[in-house]
């Protein structure tokens, strides 16, 4: 058995440990993109995603040649079929993700239709984060102008309409779960 060259050596681990399953999750999530500020977690979600799905994609492709192969299958170099299973796996999955819109510049829009003026559980998460951060700066304003200041009826104000605003969302989300 020769030993396999550096190239060939790089291209197998990358098919047997990376390519399939990055093809398998970007043609399952093409909304996700590795920028903005959660860009790093994706980075993490895609790269483990990738990794663990390209394993179960080699472990499920060795089974079926096993199955399939009247003499019994073996992976060796000079006999890649395992590596041209993969690569063929991989296209596939590139092409799909393709026709989805995951190598695009602007992520696709979401498949699922949400409700007219509904936003979903992770918008509504950031909006009343915002809000409690906005809630959090105009008391403090509030504590540093003083409140009976005619600065601090404006700032008292303001945080009211900002508390309710927080409260009316709070509720309706809470109303959508109620049974």
């Not at 550096?6 to 681990?13: I, M, S």
């Not at 590139?94 to 559980?121: D, H």
């Not at 984060?129 to 700032?155: D, F, I, K, M, T």
């Amino acid at each position: 058995m020769a030993v396999a060259s550096f190239p060939e050596a790089a291209a197998g681990l990358l098919l047997v440990f990376f390519l399939p399953g990055f093809a398998l999750t970007m043609a399952t999530f093409p909304e996700w993109r590795v920028r903005g500020p959660d860009g790093l977690l994706r980075l993490l979600e895609i790269g483990t995603l990738s990794v663990v799905l390209s394993v179960v994609l080699t472990v499920l492709a060795g089974n079926v040649l096993l199955a399939a192969a009247p003499g019994g299958f073996q992976a060796y170099w000079s006999a890649p079929v395992l590596e041209a299973l993969l690569a063929a796996i991989a296209t596939i999955g590139f092409a799909i993700g393709a026709v989805r819109g995951a190598y695009s510049r602007v992520p696709p829009r979401p498949t699922v239709p949400e409700e007219a003026g509904e936003v979903g559980a992770w918008e509504l998460l950031r909006e009343l984060e915002r809000l409690g951060r906005e809630e959090r700066r105009l008391a403090h304003q509030l504590r540093v102008a003083g409140a009976q200041s005619p600065e601090g009826a404006r700032l008292r104000a303001e945080l009211d309409a900002v508390a309710e605003e927080r409260a009316t969302l709070q509720r309706r989300r809470e109303a959508q779960y109620a049974p």
